[in-house]
């Protein structure tokens, strides 16, 4: 069901370099369960992800998943990679649904790496989520460094 | 668009960190690592560390109606809940936050704007979340774009 990646986290950011990329990370398909588990754990029982009746009657093609959950495994994807204390700053646009049966791949590809006043590195990272049939998800932007 | 919006009252409340919630978003997250999070091992190093992805949903179980600042205007008849979309979330982290930890949560409605295509009229609610520890420390920022989409024709 999902790849957790080959990556070790832990790398320094100087290392890394403009067009340095996150080993991508397959994720799907998505299914009800994932997302009533989801819910549970947030509390949001939105009947969009799970009443496939309601999201129809709706003019919707089926149920679909909480941005969140697409979100959620892209931070945790970008900590595993880097390391728990790298993320400094994450924003996500998103773009498109996620339908059940949507197999996702979550990809990072750094765009820039700087130095601030305080001599700390940091990267930014374009990001991606795109499913199968091509569709781009959810966009976004990381930055990492080292954190106190 | 109603600038009377706000004025609404910023929403505070109180976010224990729990090792186990932790643990049940890593496993909803399909995060197969068992070491995370860890549990707090009593010492100086690692307790869990605090998913980002629990921060955006936890007034649904802190707050005190339990409801996030979105659903509180949906409830109050100031957003039809049915027309939402998510639209952008962004997260500024100032240092990491860990089970054990309170945290104090002050969500406020920052900003409202409307934006017309050829069929809709799209208004925007942009909130701001800031978490800081008790002692007021700044733990994390979070930035949340909801859009209510109406479609001209429905007017």
Known sequence: MTDRGSAVAGFRIADLAVGSAMPPRRVGPVTQEHLVRYAGAGGDFNPFHYDSALVQSRGFKGVFAQGLFTAGILGQTLLAWAGENMLRRLRVRFAEPVWLGDTLTFCAVVDRVSTDDNALTQADLRCTVTSEDGRQVLTGAATLGASR | ?155
């Not at chain 2, 939402?84 to 997260?91: A, I, R, S, W």
């Open chain 2, 1 to 155: 668009m109603d600038q009377d919006l706000l004025k609404q009252a910023p929403t505070e409340f109180v976010f224990p960190v729990e090792w186990g919630k932790c643990r049940e978003f890593a496993l909803a997250l399909l995060d197969s690592d068992p070491a995370s999070p860890k549990p707090d091992d009593g010492g100086d190093d690692p307790a869990a560390l605090l998913m980002p992805a629990i921060m955006p949903v936890c007034a649904f179980r802190y707050s005190q109606d339990g409801l996030p600042a979105i659903l509180r205007l949906a409830q109050a008849g100031l957003v039809d809940r049915s027309r939402l979309v998510q639209g952008e979330v962004e997260f500024e982290f100032h240092r990491r936050a860990w089970s054990g930890e309170q945290l104090s949560v002050t969500e406020k409605l920052a900003k409202v704007y409307d934006k017309e295509t050829s069929k809709e009229v799209l208004r925007f609610f942009e909130f701001e979340t800031a978490f800081r520890s008790l002692d007021g420390e700044p733990v994390c920022m979070i930035r949340t774009v909801n859009i209510e989409r109406r479609r001209k024709d429905d007017d």
